[in-house]
């Protein structure tokens, strides 16, 4: 749409310079000595994952900022260049860099403005209770964003953006709550290489049988269900698994043989 629009180089700049935002990001925590795991790319932008479960609060700030750091000091350096060097290229570019950089400050999950709001909140009301009111009115403002853009598609077309925006931020919290499944069972399953008993992590909505799988039968496995944001749902032995799965069905999910677990 944005081509179309002739709007190209604005397009191109955007996603350059969105990607380079998430470099920008992933430079920083390791410098500070952490473990990027993965950038996850989205519509207008990504989430950076680092694999350490505790980040510390000022080094967490500082690798908020530098995506939105990174791209205002580009515009203002290519802004400085255009004064004197006036090509046309340059405007788009300098543009982009001030979309990316003002709108990723915006107190809204997952943006680093978001996530900055969630250090502060966290300060007085601890981790668990800032996140779920940043992840409450981030829904808000991601519903608003979609609305508006449905409305204000009678005046221009291209206005689905602002919904695709909407729609691109859900998607983005989404696999960040993805990620920290994958932290969280990543080490849990490093810190039991050493138990008698060998555990697996495995998510609730994931059929039983998938993962029985990837592993031979019989070695003492515990496997530790949890939900898809990493909260422990509970415990099944190899044997309680094995009996759910020829009670329940051979597709039953974990949810379901916890339910069968506690019914018996």
Known sequence: MIILSGNSEFGVASAVFSFLHEIAHKTTAKFLGYTP?????????????????FVKPLDELLIHLAGPFFNIVTAALLYGVYAFFPMSWIEPVILANLVLGIFNLM????????????????????????????????????????????????????????SALAVNLYVASSQDNSFIFYKVSRNIEEGSKNAKSKIVVCRES??????????????????????????????????????????????????????YKKIK
């Open 37 to 53: 795991e993965k950038i996850s790319m989205g519509l207008f932008g990504g989430i950076l994952h680092i694999r350490e479960g």
């Open 107 to 162: 107190p809204f999950y997952p943006l680093d403005g978001g996530k900055i709001i969630d250090l502060y909140l966290a300060i007085f009301l601890g981790y668990g209770r800032s996140q779920k009111i940043s992840r409450f009115f981030s829904i808000i403002f991601s519903l608003f964003l979609f609305l508006l853009g449905i409305y204000l598609v009678q005046y221009n077309v291209l206005n689905l953006l602002i």
């Open 206 to 259: 994931v059929k039983a049988i998938k993962v029985l799988e990837k592993y031979k039968p019989m070695e003492n496995r515990l496997f530790t269900i949890v939900n898809d944001k990493g909260s422990y749902k509970g415990q099944l032995t190899e044997e309680e698994l094995l009996n759910g799965i020829y009670h329940c069905g051979y597709y039953a999910d974990f949810q379901k043989l916890l339910k």
